[in-house]
């Protein structure tokens, strides 16, 4: 069974800050690798989607990583501002020689807050 | 259109009562999920659907929990007679191939509160 956790569970960082949120997955058979964010009492808004194949993925501001080998990704952060404060999620997309096939397992989330 | 799109955005239930979710997927898109959202951030997997078929219903609580997609409708989920751990935000998702090249595209949610 795919587990995906997400540390720090929260983070707390003055504007301007380059940061790093990291996830580590246990099942190396996925299809991509997903980062969302999700804003309080709101939905999932997709950042970056990254394929197995791929090492990583870029958008503005944020950069992602995999390494499917280790079990690992992560987000890149730069120049933080006080509107990126949300939750963070990634999610691993179950691939048909995983035991998650079809599914998109959650890590818990990082709590980001960006302090003026 | 580009968005998936679920109602009632709020509903509350008193114990016992129905309740009935409803989820229009991005045109196109073949692949449906249902997430459940509890506290702490933790995601659920109930259900997925490829077209009108049930792929996978795992996570189901059968005993009360049923969902549908069918043609030419919104998809649905229903829960019968709602208990009060029932109250969370129930998610539901899209895609065209398995998130394989697109990933998953979120509605923004339905919260169910059962008084």
């Known amino acids: 069974k795919q587990e995906v956790t997400q540390i720090p569970a929260a983070l707390s960082v003055p504007e301007g800050e380059n940061l790093v949120l990291n996830c580590s997955f246990t099942d190396s058979a996925i299809y991509n690798l997903q980062w969302f964010r999700q804003d309080p009492g709101k939905g999932l808004t997709s950042l970056l989607l990254?394929?197995?194949?791929?090492r990583e993925q870029t958008s503005g501001r944020l950069n992602a990583s995999l390494d499917k080998s280790s079990g690992r990704s992560t987000l890149y952060i730069a120049a933080s501002q006080p509107g990126d404060s949300a939750t963070y999620l990634c999610?691993?997309?179950?691939?048909?020689?995983?035991?998650?096939?079809?599914?998109?397992?959650f890590g818990q989330g990082t709590i980001l807050t960006v302090h003026p | 259109g580009e968005e998936v799109a679920q109602t009632p955005k709020h509903l509350v239930r008193g114990e016992g009562q129905k309740a009935k979710l409803y989820c229009a997927p991005i045109k196109g898109h073949s692949y449906v999920f249902w997430y459940q959202q509890v506290l702490k951030n933790e995601f659920k997997f109930l259900i997925s659907f490829q077209n009108e078929n049930v792929f996978d219903e795992t996570g189901m609580p059968k005993e009360r929990f049923s969902a549908k997609c069918l043609p030419n409708s919104p998809c649905s989920l229903e829960i019968q007679a709602t208990k009060l751990e029932d109250s969370a935000v129930y998610f539901c998702a899209s895609s065209p191939n398995w998130g394989v090249n697109y990933g998953y595209t979120f509605g923004s949610g339905t919260r169910l509160t059962v008084v």
């Open positions: 990254i394929q197995s194949s791929q």
């Open positions: 999610a691993a997309s179950g691939n048909a020689g995983g035991t998650s096939y079809g599914k998109l397992t």
